[in-house]
């Protein structure tokens, strides 16, 4: 019988444990982690996204400091908010939401996080060091479907793991961890011209192009494992990369859209922002 793992029960599990650890630190006399969240300009879908990870910071007793900045300032001033909140002792991690309204250089923004606040794992010096395999904040999505992964007893040791999709966000790093973890790894994009192929020879399939029921049963190995990165709307329904009753009979284990690897990235922002807050008190 095939598996339905959802990130959301998982996530509810590991948040528990991060509220025991916070509330630890705390009733000794420590101050509160805090995690600064910079939103540029008014998109509703970010301030969506940042509401969430308010609430999510907050039932675990991490302190966030939201900093709303309208569209209409320039880069510098950007960048100066970002290194004022790298400068604050207060503040264990950074995160800017993204994307950033057209106009702005993400890169550079980004580059100005100091990397070990930068608890989205983005800063080119975190990415570097991830893939010369040295200590490193990792980005939260590829975290979270290798803990997705765990739950679904699977050990990526010696199978052949399967990622659609190769963005510096999803694709490229989670491919590095299951390579770390000693899976054989093949990355398909949009230029593969044999993915079905591929796919069926997937033991792990990790999904995240952005392409809604992209991928149904004939693309699926029988007993497979099988995340959908994919949140897409249509007809006003959300649903994933993966067309879940196709593959649902098929696969192993697989992930839904919603409450699969949504939860599990908001998650590890909040076990990324803890990490920080940790080795910034030596603990």
């Given at each position: 019988?095939?598996?339905?793992?959802?990130?959301?029960?998982?996530?509810?599990?590991?948040k528990?444990?991060?509220?025991?650890?916070?509330?630890?630190w705390?009733?000794?006399?420590?101050?509160?982690?805090?995690?600064?969240?910079?939103?540029?300009?008014?998109?509703?879908?970010?301030?969506?996204?940042?509401?969430?990870?308010?609430?999510?910071?907050?039932?675990?007793?991490?302190?966030?400091?939201?900093?709303?900045?309208?569209?209409?300032?320039?880069?510098?001033?950007?960048?100066?908010?970002?290194?004022?909140?790298?400068?604050?002792?207060?503040?264990?991690?950074?995160?800017?939401?993204?994307?950033?309204?057209?106009?702005?250089?993400?890169?550079?923004?980004?580059?100005?996080?100091?990397?070990?606040?930068?608890?989205?794992?983005?800063?080119?010096?975190?990415?570097?060091?991830?893939?010369?395999?040295?200590?490193?904040?990792?980005?939260?999505?590829?975290?979270?479907?290798?803990?997705?992964?765990?739950?679904?007893?699977?050990?990526?040791?010696?199978?052949?793991?399967?990622?659609?999709?190769?963005?510096?966000?999803?694709?490229?790093?989670?491919?590095?961890?299951?390579?770390?973890?000693?899976?054989?790894?093949?990355?398909?994009?949009?230029?593969?011209?044999?993915?079905?192929?591929?796919?069926?020879?997937?033991d792990?399939?990790?999904?995240?192009v952005?392409?809604?029921?992209?991928?149904?049963?004939?693309?699926?190995?029988?007993?497979?494992?099988?995340?959908?990165?994919?949140?897409?709307?249509?007809?006003?329904?959300?649903?994933?990369?993966?067309?879940?009753?196709?593959?649902?009979?098929?696969?192993?284990?697989?992930?839904?859209?919603?409450?699969?690897?949504?939860?599990?990235?908001?998650?590890m922002?909040?076990?990324?922002?803890?990490?920080?807050?940790?080795?910034?008190?030596?603990?």
């Amino acid at each position: 019988m095939t598996q339905i793992i959802y990130g959301s029960e998982l996530s509810a599990e590991l948040k528990e444990n991060m509220r025991s650890k916070v509330e630890s630190w705390v009733s000794a006399g420590m101050r509160t982690p805090c995690l600064a969240v910079i939103l540029v300009g008014d998109n509703p879908a970010s301030e969506s996204y940042v509401r969430g990870k308010e609430k999510a910071c907050a039932a675990v007793g991490i302190k966030t400091n939201t900093i709303r900045l309208s569209s209409s300032i320039s880069q510098e001033e950007l960048e100066k908010t970002i290194c004022d909140c790298t400068s604050d002792d207060m503040v264990d991690g950074i995160l800017i939401q993204l994307p950033l309204p057209e106009g702005f250089d993400e890169d550079r923004a980004i580059a100005c996080i100091d990397p070990q606040k930068d608890v989205d794992g983005l800063h080119p010096l975190n990415f570097g060091r991830f893939f010369m395999n040295q200590p490193s904040f990792v980005p939260c999505t590829p975290l979270g479907i290798m803990e997705l992964l765990k739950r679904m007893k699977c050990n990526p040791k010696g199978k052949h793991a399967v990622v659609i999709g190769r963005s510096k966000l999803v694709g490229t790093p989670v491919a590095r961890l299951l390579q770390n973890a000693n899976a054989t790894v093949t990355i398909c994009h949009s230029h593969t011209a044999n993915l079905k192929e591929l796919t069926n020879l997937a033991d792990i399939l990790i999904v995240a192009v952005g392409k809604p029921k992209m991928i149904d049963a004939q693309y699926v190995k029988e007993g497979a494992y099988v995340i959908d990165v994919g949140v897409n709307s249509v007809d006003g329904h959300l649903c994933g990369d993966v067309d879940f009753e196709s593959v649902m009979p098929k696969a192993g284990a697989i992930t839904p859209v919603p409450k699969g690897v949504g939860p599990m990235t908001i998650c590890m922002l909040l076990q990324n922002t803890i990490t920080a807050y940790e080795k910034r008190q030596g603990l």
